[in-house]
């Protein structure tokens, strides 16, 4: 994971989700990890950020909503430092890039794939696993 590739990091996790959190425990366990059972989109870290890797939902129950990916772009955004990154994973087919470009600088927008994610060490293989499987990822 991307704790491996940059030592200076410090990294916090927010998850709204319990088993989530507790799963994420289980597998991150540099103590650089800070664990944080909030709501992402309200959540503050102490200061403006490096990079923000989410994984937003996109259904409230089993009722497809997009605004909750658009409402983690604009959480994000305020999260991120002058120069920050967001990483965002979604489906292609979201309707992601309106807020994208309204919240963040076109300079930083560039589509990538999981797989390019995982190549660089941003996130790692259990990242969007969580609800299948609660126990450490080898």
């Not at 366990?29 to 664990?35: L, Y």
């Amino acid at each position: 994971g991307a704790l491996n590739h940059y030592p200076e990091w410090k990294v916090d996790l927010v998850e709204a989700e319990i088993l989530a959190l507790d799963c994420a425990r289980l597998n991150v366990t540099d103590g650089r990890a800070r664990f944080h059972w909030a709501d992402a989109m309200r959540w503050q870290p102490e200061g403006a950020v490096d990079a923000v890797v989410a994984n937003p939902p996109f259904h409230t129950e089993r009722r497809p909503d997009v605004a909750l990916g658009q409402d983690f772009v604009a959480a994000a955004a305020r999260m991120l430092n002058g120069s920050g990154h967001l990483w965002l994973v979604a489906n292609r087919h979201l309707p992601y890039e309106a807020a994208l470009r309204e919240r963040l600088p076109a300079a930083h927008q560039r589509k990538t794939t999981l797989a390019q994610l995982l190549a660089r060490g941003v996130v790692g293989t259990g990242t969007a696993a969580w609800s299948a499987h609660c126990g450490r990822i080898p």
